[in-house]
């Protein structure tokens, strides 16, 4: 009995994250206020002019991040710009910078990622995405003012879920969950295809 008032407890917790998710704000918001630079700061710390572009900074500089830097300087460069890379690894960080300029880029700043609200405050970033451990930084990324794209899993227990949705509550920003495969051109097609029919009633699809 124990066991399962236990159980259902923790159902009736996930049932109220979900409704709170459902009431926060989880789709993207184009606006964004600038923050202040800090008094007294060098011209290092002063946020930019707006632009049509939006500036992104990644937290985690593995090789998941590649896809993101290889989108942001190539086919939505007139769209983005990726002013900083995150990560505790320098080296990490010189590598995608190497590979960026390579491509024509501008290599973006080094950060620690220890130093992300500071940047996300000083240099006006709008979008953080965070291909990092699933549990860090987003909470620190929406209370500095930024929207946040994070792998999935969003997070790993109800604790740390309830926790990023306080935060977009308290900061109005927004949270993607990259399901890349659902964004996919050719996935997208063959939806389409399957939902008009031409190809009769689908009832099992094998996917690898």
């Excluded at 690894?89 to 491509?103: D, G, K, P, Q, T």
């Excluded at 794209?149 to 900061?171: C, F, H, M, Q």
């Excluded at 659902?182 to 063959?190: D, E, I, V």
Aim: with cysteine.
């Amino acid at each position: 009995m124990a066991s399962l008032e236990r159980r259902h407890g923790g159902d009736r917790a996930a049932a109220g994250l979900v409704d709170r998710c459902a009431r926060a704000r989880l789709v993207s918001q184009e606006t964004f206020s600038q923050p202040a630079p800090p008094p007294g700061s060098g011209s290092d710390h002063l946020v930019p002019p707006r632009s049509n572009r939006k500036r992104y900074a990644i937290v985690g500089a593995g090789m998941r991040a590649r896809m993101y830097v290889d989108a942001i300087i190539g086919g939505h460069a007139d769209v983005a710009h990726l002013v900083a890379l995150l990560d505790t690894n320098s080296e990490r960080i010189a590598a995608h910078s190497e590979w960026i300029v390579e491509r024509g880029g501008e290599a973006p700043l080094s950060r620690d990622a220890a130093d992300l609200h500071d940047t996300i405050v000083h240099h006006g970033i709008d979008r953080v995405i965070i291909t990092s451990p699933d549990w860090s930084h987003a909470v620190t990324a929406l209370d500095a003012g930024a929207d946040v794209i994070v792998e999935k899993p969003l997070t790993i227990d109800v604790p740390g879920a309830a926790s990023i949705v306080a935060a977009i509550e308290r900061s109005g920003r927004s949270v993607t969950v990259a399901f890349n495969y659902r964004y996919s051109p050719r996935n997208g097609a063959l939806r389409e295809l399957i939902a008009s029919g031409a190809i009769g009633d689908v009832t099992s699809v094998h996917f690898e």
